[in-house]
């Protein structure tokens, strides 16, 4: 199970920093993403962060937002920066183990950035 918080009601230019919490262990070859769906749009992929180290962005937040992962504390966190009014959404996270492709969403933090 996974816990999304810190979304809320930012002015463009501003700050957010989301996390998503495992309720339990997280291991072996996975991937932690943040997802986002604005209203009337679908679901699109934000940021992933492998169990590997590797992370990748969506073009549209590349060099505004980090995805970081602490796997001690079993937590993924989405920091964004210079926030728009087209980042207004309802961002999930997610976790997918790559070998079994056991799949998990958080239930959504709304993010709204006002201009």
């Known amino acids: 199970q996974l816990q999304a918080s810190g979304g809320g009601l930012v002015q463009a230019g501003g700050s957010l920093r989301l996390s998503c919490a495992a309720s339990?262990?997280?291991?072996?070859?996975?991937?932690l993403a943040w997802y986002r769906q604005a209203q009337g749009k679908q679901r699109e992929l934000v940021a992933i962060?492998?169990?590997?180290?590797?992370?990748n962005y969506v073009d549209s937040v590349k060099g505004r937002f980090t995805i970081s992962r602490d796997n001690a504390k079993n937590t993924v966190y989405l920091q964004m920066n210079s926030l728009k009014p087209e980042d207004t959404a309802v961002y999930y996270c997610?976790?997918?183990?790559?070998?079994?492709?056991?799949?998990?969403w958080g239930q959504g933090t709304l993010v709204t950035v006002s201009s």
């Open positions: 997610n976790y997918r183990h790559l070998i079994s492709g056991v799949d998990f």
């Open positions: 962060a492998v169990s590997s180290g590797d992370t």
């Open positions: 339990g262990s997280i291991f072996g070859a996975n991937v």
